[in-house]
């Protein structure tokens, strides 16, 4: 999921007084004790990628299956004359990291990948790319890349294309595979005057085709799509509605569903409140996540970090702010979601708190439950130390025995990844922190981190080392 960092201070003080943040003995330690299991020391995965480690985001992605099958993904941008930017890939297979390789075209600009993996072992990794200014008719498009289970070759597919303007395949191509290998992707695209939210599925196996392009909500401007889905097929979109066609304003958060590979998608439905007078406030970034009977979680920013539960089809409980900021001068960055089989779900966010004195960055964290509670949220990111953390993401196995936190301690320069004792069905709240990288970005903005659960025993980081260039790294975590 593409993390985005903006204020969001209007509102703040009046949610602040309704939740109240626990730190104490709760609270993480900055490189404090290892997390139970192991996870293995940082490995360079991909090339130098950018001689200057000042230069370049270097966005990256990684998924795991239960068997230990990985895929990562990053973008590799040039110096050449000219420039350009291109995807590299790496798989992991039996505990080794194959080759890197690149897996997009040589030419123009490809950036944003993203990646999933299936039960059986199908994987895909998509991006966005656009033609150099220079060309004729330039354009821009939305690109996936799959290897089916056994098969031997990856297959490139373009879904959409339009004409560089600002407007046409903006955004990141989200992707996600079922257990047995279809592959759904998502993507904005522009209809000449709306942006609009458009979704294709690939059948599995090697001779899979993919369908034609659905819209799935015509007649509005919709952008930032995200897309999850679960072991059976079914999947969920959710993006944002702008008030206008073709502004970045958006006012409202929607869903479609989808039942099993080959299903309809429903008729959008509005799962967050409607933030008006438009201008006056923002839902954006929204995230999805399926459990194993198809019911949704969905988090967004809106009046702080907000979710809601689908408690059963058409039944949602009423958006409520989850994770709120402790003081007016509070921004929010990016957020993350996880949810198990049963509904249980882990949302986390960093929050920037410029305050005289404290003027740093801290990862909050609260647990939903299936019936549509959230708990108190947590303060994992110890008080005490001038910790700065950026580039949040959540893990959670499919059982819930495995959940993690993990993100980029800036100041320190080092990769942090919070384990959950007993898992999501513990109901406990004690949380220990683990170092598994250091060599971070050069700026905080630059931070990236992937961070997958394939089963309780297996999980997948992947991260940015900009020490001496740039570079991908990888740790390993299983029990």
Request: charged share 10%; net charge neutral.
């Amino acid at each position: 999921m593409k993390q985005q960092s903006f204020a969001i201070a209007l509102f703040t003080s009046l949610v602040a007084s309704a939740l109240f943040f626990s730190d104490g003995a709760m609270a993480a330690k900055s490189g404090g004790t290892a997390a139970g299991g192991n996870w293995g020391s940082g490995t360079a995965i991909s090339p130098v990628n950018q001689p200057d480690p000042t230069r370049g985001a270097q966005l990256n992605d990684i998924a795991v299956n239960a068997s230990g099958l990985a895929v990562a993904a990053w973008d590799q941008y040039t110096y050449n004359y000219g420039g350009g930017a291109t995807i590299g890939v790496a798989v992991q297979s039996g505990g080794r990291w194959n080759a890197p390789f690149t897996i997009s075209g040589a030419t123009g600009f490809s950036m944003n990948p993203r990646v999933a993996i299936g039960a059986d072992g199908t994987m895909a990794v998509s991006w966005t790319y656009e033609d150099p200014s220079t060309s004729v008719s330039s354009q821009r498009k939305a690109q996936v890349a799959v290897k089916p289970a056994g098969a031997s070759a990856w297959v490139t597919a373009t879904l959409a294309q339009g004409p560089i303007g600002g407007v046409a395949i903006t955004q990141f191509v989200p992707v996600v595979v079922d257990a047995k290998g279809n592959v759904t992707a998502a993507w904005t695209t522009w209809d000449g005057s709306h942006s609009v939210i458009q979704a294709a599925t690939r059948a599995a196996g090697p001779s899979g085709a993919w369908s034609p392009p659905t819209s799935l909500a015509p007649g509005v401007s919709a952008m930032y799509p995200a897309l999850s889905v679960d072991a059976r097929g079914d999947a969920a979109v959710v993006y944002s509605v702008s008030s206008c066609a073709g502004c970045n304003m958006p006012y409202v958060a929607q869903y479609s569903f989808r039942s099993g590979p080959t299903g309809s998608w429903s008729i959008p439905v509005n799962v967050s409140e409607a933030i008006v007078p438009y201008g006056s406030g923002y839902v954006t970034s929204p995230l999805v996540a399926l459990d194993a009977n198809g019911l949704a979680t969905v988090i967004y920013f809106g009046y702080g970090v907000e979710g809601t539960r689908q408690l059963a089809p058409g039944n949602w409980t009423s958006p409520q702010t989850v994770l709120a900021a402790p003081n007016a001068v509070s921004s929010y960055g990016g957020l993350d979601l996880g949810l198990d089989d049963g509904g249980n779900a882990i949302v986390a966010a960093w929050i920037f708190d410029a305050s005289i004195g404290v003027d740093r960055s801290s990862v909050y964290v609260t647990r939903g439950t299936p019936g549509g509670g959230w708990t108190i949220p947590q303060r994992l990111t110890d008080p005490s130390v001038p910790v700065d953390a950026y580039a949040t993401r959540v893990a959670v196995s499919p059982d819930g025995s495995l959940a993690l936190v993990g993100w980029i301690d800036h100041y320190h320069g080092t990769v942090q990844v919070a384990q959950l004792a007993g898992g999501l069905q513990s109901g406990g709240s004690t949380w220990s922190t683990t170092t598994i990288g250091r060599g971070t970005a050069f700026s905080s903005f630059q931070e990236v981190l992937g961070l997958h659960a394939g089963s309780g025993t297996v999980a997948r980081a992947v991260w940015k080392n900009a020490k001496s260039g740039t570079q991908t790294y990888a740790s390993s975590y299983r029990r």
